[in-house]
């Protein structure tokens, strides 16, 4: 099964992937001088650090892409849950229960099925 999430949850979620990958990367790195291997580990350290501040780099450029578009998103109510949540495009899905909500009728389903229904945004449901 393939979890999903909102567009804006993605961009956060390599963002920190990277900023943990990053720094793990420098921490192992270090190894190289705690441990004493000599030039061959003050060098494997010196590449560590240095792809893990890369790593660190592109994650706070992630981070501030996601936090721009964030601020542009459309806030809608989820049919679903009732929580507010944003949206960004013509599809994505609920931050908090994955439901996938459009704006755009033509993206609207012509029956709902599955477990997890497609909602235009600002629908109502009946229970």
């Known amino acids: ?3 999903k999430s909102s567009k804006v949850n993605e961009f956060r979620l390599w963002g920190l992937l990277l900023t943990m990958g990053g720094m793990l990367l420098m921490i192992l790195g ?22 893990g501040a890369i790593a660190m780099l592109v994650s706070m450029g992630i981070y501030f892409a996601a936090g721009m578009m964030s ?3 459309t806030v809608i109510e989820c049919p679903e849950c009732g929580k507010p949540t944003k949206m960004l495009g013509k599809t994505d899905r609920c931050m908090f229960c994955k439901t996938i909500l459009t704006l755009d ?3 609207a389903p012509a029956a709902e099925s599955g477990p997890n229904p497609t909602h235009q945004a600002g629908e109502t449901t009946s229970p």
């Open 1 to 3: 099964m393939k979890f």
């Open 105 to 107: 009728p033509k993206y």
């Open 71 to 73: 601020t542009s998103a």
């Open 30 to 51: 270090l190894a190289g001088i705690v441990f004493e291997w000599g030039a061959a580990g003050r060098m494997l350290a010196a590449v560590c650090m240095v792809i």
